[in-house]
Nanobody, 120 residues
Framework: QVQLVESGGGLVQPGGSLRLSCAAS????????MGWYRQAPGKQREWVAT???????NYADSVKGRFTVSRDNANNTVYLQMNSLKPEDTAGYYC??????????????WGQGTQVTVSS
């Protein structure tokens, strides 16, 4: 019904930058909050950042000041600009969205994830 597809992950040196994208497609009527989570090997998935449909943002303390979340409502896309990357940012990054379908059903949708590796 609804899919989220992430892109933009990769290998980057410490101090470098990456920009992740997540595009939603399918039977979408509207999208409420969109956000990013990450999961490192052997660890639980953790919240990174959220952006509301109105553009309000919130960040985990570990990324505040380094990461910026934004969205393009016309194209149902959310972005995560990651600067000053650290090795501890290495993880699979997952997009999440609260989507109202054309059938007026509210779904909590996850993307398949994109790997970010920060290493010299």
């Amino acid at each position: 019904q609804v899919q989220l597809v992430e892109s933009g992950g990769g290998l980057v040196q410490p101090g470098g930058s990456l920009r992740l994208s997540c595009a939603a497609s399918g039977s979408i009527f509207s999208i409420y909050d969109m956000g990013w989570y990450r999961q490192a090997p052997g660890k639980q998935r953790e919240w990174v950042a959220t952006i509301t449909s109105g553009g309000s943002t919130n960040y985990a303390d570990s990324v505040k000041g380094r990461f910026t979340v934004s969205r393009d409502n016309a194209n149902n896309t959310v972005y995560l600009q990651m600067n000053s990357l650290k090795p501890e940012d290495t993880a699979g990054y997952y997009c999440n969205a609260a989507v109202v379908t054309t059938g007026r059903t509210l779904l909590n949708v996850w993307g398949q994830g994109t790997q970010v590796t920060v290493s010299s």
